[in-house]
């Protein structure tokens, strides 16, 4: 796999090559990754794979007309090939307006913060394939289960590289550990499943196999034998296992492109109160070892730490160039690549404050409610704010959880339910959004 260096230099080179072509602007991205894993199953190794990939994408502009392209052929004839259909594509394109590089004025030029995204250690097949088996072993060996869909166990190394006719040129690397285990409790038509999971930069930050194969058993042994639950309006805890969902479809709303093409529900609420008092939202792209820190945003703007939400209103729209321009604000630096084409726009390291009272502390008072620890289904509407998700979880009966509840829905509208939120203090920072127990007051239940 390429390093940093080469990831950069063939990025330089590719636009030169664009530039001779006849493109007024470009930049480059060439990213490059490498993974092995491990899986086993019942005891039995069942799967051991490894994947390399390298990719150079291009995106040219001719005026205020552009065009994307991609290879995974790093050849001199390749890059000529490259650049040449390109710019041709994008003499042919419409006019963008709000299209075009982040300007030098703005680009940073570092010196950017050690994240720490580098493990020198590399596990190998082996020690992978003995984590999995003992991820497995121990959600075996939970009383109840009784049968697996296996333990995994992976890691990869991975290379981004920026360069553009701005001035922009720089590069980052990366690692990441994972285990996880998914196993079935009880039989026949009775039968539920349930996993854990965890991932990490450096292996040292990970859960041990044995508490993620223990959690991913007692999960499943948890769900057994599910009751209903009644219809009608209820106090509705989201587990941290799920709460990330609610806080990702707030940032979503945050989007600026999303404000510009008007799909947002908080369009036009930049000024108002749309979170409970007292909830904080942070960001921190320098997070060490964060799972998406990063030292330059998708267009080689400065990232930096700040509050998204405070005293119950978003401080401002997220945005890419494109969107700053046609919003006529300042870029925020969150501009992310995934491969060809324009940058689009996405957070990195996100949590948010953990409040004062435990879990069961914040469903002490409830009569009658239910904690969700498992979401399906996609039925938010973005630009409306109306929300309703398939769910499971366990009966609240007067403060206690009172076993456990599947196939049932839970609906309400974003905008009600970030007023009312109520923030429990389990947070853990393991996730790239992190967030803690929450709850909402009446939410619609209806019972499978």
Request: include cysteine; aromatic fraction near 4%.
């Amino acid at each position: 796999m390429i390093d940093c260096n080469t990831a950069q230099d063939r990025c330089a080179q590719l636009l030169a090559v664009a530039k001779r072509h006849g493109a007024s602007d470009a930049e480059a991205v060439a990213m490059a990754s490498s993974s092995e894993g491990v899986s086993v199953r019942l005891g039995k190794l069942e799967d051991v794979e490894r994947s390399e990939s390298e990719e150079i994408a291009l995106r040219v502009f001719v005026g205020q007309r552009s065009a994307s392209i991609s290879t995974s052929d790093f050849s001199a004839a390749a890059f000529e090939e490259m650049a040449d259909r390109a710019v041709a594509m994008a003499q042919a394109a419409p006019v963008d307006i709000y299209a075009g590089l982040a300007p030098e004025e703005l680009l940073t030029k570092g010196p950017f913060p050690d994240l720490d995204l580098v493990d020198a250690g590399e596990p190998g097949p082996a020690n992978l394939r003995g984590a999995a088996a003992a991820c497995e072993d121990a959600a075996r060996g939970v009383a109840g289960v009784t049968n697996s869909e296996g333990g995994s166990a992976s890691f990869g190394r991975s290379v981004a590289a920026l360069v553009t006719s701005a001035g922009f040129a720089q590069a980052y690397s990366a690692t990441s550990h994972s285990l996880s285990a998914s196993v079935i409790a009880g039989e026949g038509g009775a039968m539920q499943r349930d996993y854990a999971y965890r991932t990490a930069r450096h292996s040292d930050d990970l859960l041990s196999p044995a508490e993620i194969g223990k959690l991913a058993g007692s999960r499943a042994v948890a769900r057994l034998n599910p009751g209903a639950l009644a219809n009608g309006p209820k106090p509705v805890l989201f587990d941290s296992r799920v709460s990330a969902s609610l806080i990702g479809h707030l940032i979503g709303a945050m989007s600026g492109s999303a404000i510009a093409r008007r799909t947002s529900f908080l369009l036009d609420r930049l000024d108002q109160t749309i979170v409970a008092h007292g909830v904080r939202l942070i960001e921190n792209p320098h997070l060490p070892r964060g799972l998406r820190s990063r030292p330059f945003d998708g267009e080689g703007l400065a990232t930096a730490p700040r509050v998204l939400v405070e005293g119950g209103k978003v401080t401002g729209w997220l945005t890419n160039m494109a969107a700053a321009r046609q919003l006529g604000i300042a870029p925020t630096g969150h501009a992310a690549r995934s491969g060809s084409g324009a940058p689009g726009i996405s957070v990195s390291n996100v949590h948010l404050e953990a409040g004062t009272a435990t879990p069961a502390e914040l469903m002490a008072d409830i009569a009658d409610g239910v904690l969700v620890t498992e979401l399906s289904g996609q039925g938010v509407n973005a630009v409306t704010g109306d929300y309703s998700r398939g769910a499971a979880g366990f009966r609240i009966v007067n403060g206690e959880l009172a076993g456990p509840v599947a196939e049932f829905t839970i609906a309400g509208n974003l905008l009600a339910m970030l007023s009312a939120l109520q923030v429990a203090s389990d947070l853990e920072m393991h996730h790239a959004i992190n967030v803690p127990t929450l709850r909402v007051d009446g939410m619609v239940v209806a019972g499978g």
